[in-house]
């Protein structure tokens, strides 16, 4: 069974930095694709990172970029998100999601919730001003 743990979240002034971890279990090998959503309070869930299976590039939201960074220890079958210079807005529920098979699936869209199958439980990040 794939298994996602999120890890990480937590209160914050403006400014600040979290670190979050996805921990994956339930499957192997390296044919897979980590995706970053959130979804603040009466919003819909939004992409915050993920692996284009056009050209495998790691992407990040607009609202993101040049503040999070996307890592990952294989060794761990760990995914990080870094998150600097945190702002109010931020504040959400994040979420990392697989897609499992992404080879041999061929192409997807991955900033589409629907494209992923198993989800982790989430870890809330508040970002106070």
């Known amino acids: 069974e794939v298994q996602l743990v999120e890890s990480g979240g937590g209160l914050v002034q403006a400014g600040g930095s979290l670190r979050l971890s996805c921990a994956a279990s339930?499957?192997?090998?390296?044919?897979?694709?980590i995706g970053w959503f959130r979804q603040a309070p009466g919003k819909e869930r939004e992409g915050v990172s993920c692996?284009?299976?056009?050209?495998?590039?790691?992407y990040y939201a607009d609202s993101v970029k040049g503040r999070f960074t996307v890592s990952s220890d294989t060794a761990k079958n760990t995914v990080y998100l870094q998150m600097n210079s945190l702002k109010p807005e931020d504040t959400a529920v994040y979420y990392c999601?697989?897609?499992?098979?992404?080879?041999?699936?061929?192409?997807?869209?991955?900033?589409?919730?629907?494209?992923?199958?198993?989800w982790g439980q989430g870890t809330q990040v508040t970002v106070s001003s």
């Open positions: 999601a697989v897609r499992v098979g992404v080879r041999r699936r061929g192409n997807y869209f991955c900033w589409s919730v629907y494209e992923y199958d198993s």
């Open positions: 339930g499957f192997t090998g390296d044919d897979y694709a």
């Open positions: 692996i284009s299976s056009v050209t495998s590039g790691l």
